[in-house]
T-cell receptor, first 112, second 111 residues
């Protein structure tokens, strides 16, 4: 079956702009989680959605938001971009919490 | 505060030997502990999950142990091969809160 897909794969933005990233989970998976990965901080949890509801949220400012649609596809949005937002953004899907997560290839965001 | 540590930044192991990676945590009570492998430029790939009431789990050349008293998990790769070279991440899953990942251990298997 098809894996987790993320679009776009690469993105270059300037400070102050906003960005929307998209994630399509594996068919049948209702849980979608988003992570930010940087060399210094490692993989940090942003939020998790399950059946269109945000169940958990990491310690990120309100500029980071997300949503999940009825078909389980998810988007995350970052407003007023800062240089420090440059990172690899990973999406992962699973049947539910407590089960293995399947990660997408990530979106590499560069903020200039 | 919650803390998760993985041993050393890089680990060099001779091909054929057993590689042992450590994951320690504090101020946390995970219901599950997961191990992932990540290659450069790619998303993590799930390897093994062990539950709080399990002591050990095996899958082919991989073995994971989970000691909730010591707050530690060990990840073993037996008969290591150069293709096992990657970064290995442990993740703590509390069941009803956010998942926390360690920063990972880079493993180099030397031919």
């Amino acid at each position: 079956k098809a894996g987790v897909t993320q679009t776009p794969r690469y993105l270059i933005k300037t400070r102050g702009q906003q960005v929307t990233l998209s994630c399509s989970p594996i068919s049948g998976h209702r849980s979608v989680s988003w992570y930010q990965q940087t060399p210094g901080q490692g993989l940090q949890f942003l939020f998790e959605y399950f059946s269109e509801t945000q169940r958990n949220k990491g310690n990120f400012p309100g500029r980071f938001s997300g949503r999940q649609f009825s078909n389980s596809r998810s988007e995350m949005n970052v407003s007023t971009l800062e240089l420090g937002d440059s990172a690899l953004y990973l999406c992962a899907s699973s049947i539910q919490q407590g089960y293995e997560q399947f990660f997408g290839p990530g979106t590499r965001l560069t903020v200039l | 505060s919650q803390k998760i540590e993985q041993n050393s930044e890089a680990l060099n192991i001779q091909e054929g030997k057993t590689a042992t990676l450590t994951c320690n945590y504090t101020n946390y009570s995970p219901a599950y502990l997961q191990w992932y492998r990540q290659d450069p430029g790619r998303g993590p790939v799930f390897l093994l999950l062990i539950r709080e009431n399990e002591k050990e789990k095996r899958k082919e050349r991989l073995k994971v142990t989970f000691d909730t008293t010591l707050k530690q998990s060990l990840f073993h790769i037996t008969a290591s091969q150069p293709a096992d070279s990657a970064t290995y991440l442990c993740a703590l899953d509390p069941r009803d809160d956010k998942i926390i990942f360690g920063k990972g251990t880079r493993l180099h298997i030397l031919p």
